[in-house]
């Protein structure tokens, strides 16, 4: 299957600070990307959709200015936490999507945990 | 009400059982159902993928969607200690790009 990789897999910083997590897609292309976010023994929850090229859609309740996602090629998308606060420690997910088969399937990237202190 | 419900367990279950995982939703529109399976502090994997409704089956892996009660269902036969890992139902539209996750169901297989 397609591999997407993330960097970094874990990271502690300070509060106030910024923190950029990246997502590769590493033997395909992806136009569409999405991240996620985790808490302890919850589902994933959707937090934007990241197309290259555009501007990423944001789901209800996420803040774009806070969250900014940079999808500048067709392997990379970029989340960026700025001003990182305690409650954004979370686990961050992200998947890479293969359209043109019998649907559009989701790869996922292994996940950044985030420890904001 | 959420769009996918299911029990996320825990869910703790002797070598060698059969374990059955459900989810229910509400979409009538979901025609794409999936399973992932995620280790601790690890991404989703997808483990098993079908349309509509019907059976599926891989290995010791079966999933079933029933459309008509909007409930799926993963079956492990057999379940080994690797299987110990958190179960995740996914389903989406026609195309739609999102994907509607369940909590998942933490489950343990005891050697």
């Known amino acids: 299957g397609a591999v997407v990789s993330q960097h970094p897999s874990r990271v502690i910083c300070k509060s106030g600070t910024s923190v950029k997590i990246e997502c590769r897609s590493l033997d395909f292309q992806a136009t569409t990307m999405f991240w996620y976010r985790q808490f302890p023994k919850q589902s994933l929850m959707l937090m934007a959709t990241s197309n290259e090229g555009s501007k990423a859609t944001y789901e209800q309740g996420v803040e774009k200015d806070k969250f900014l996602i940079n999808h500048a090629s067709l392997t990379l998308s970029t989340l960026t936490v700025t001003s990182a606060h305690p409650e954004d420690s979370s686990f961050y997910i992200c998947?890479?999507?293969?359209?043109?088969?019998?649907?559009?399937?989701?790869?996922f990237g292994p996940g950044t945990r985030l420890t904001v202190l | 009400q959420k769009e996918v419900e299911q029990d996320p367990g825990p869910l703790s279950v002797p070598e060698g059982a059969i374990v059955s995982l459900n989810c229910t939703y509400s979409n009538s529109a979901f025609q794409y159902f999936m399973w992932y399976r995620q280790y601790s502090r690890k991404g989703p994997e997808l483990l098993m993928y079908t349309y509509s409704s019907g059976n599926k089956e891989d290995g010791r892996f079966t999933a079933q969607v029933d459309k008509s009660s909007k409930y799926i269902s993963l079956f492990i036969r057999d379940s080994q200690p690797s299987d110990s890992a958190t179960y995740l139902c996914a389903m989406s539209a026609p195309g739609a790009n999102n994907l509607f996750f369940g909590t998942g169901t933490r489950l343990t297989v005891i050697p």
């Open positions: 998947s890479a999507m293969v359209s043109g088969g019998e649907y559009n399937e989701q790869f």
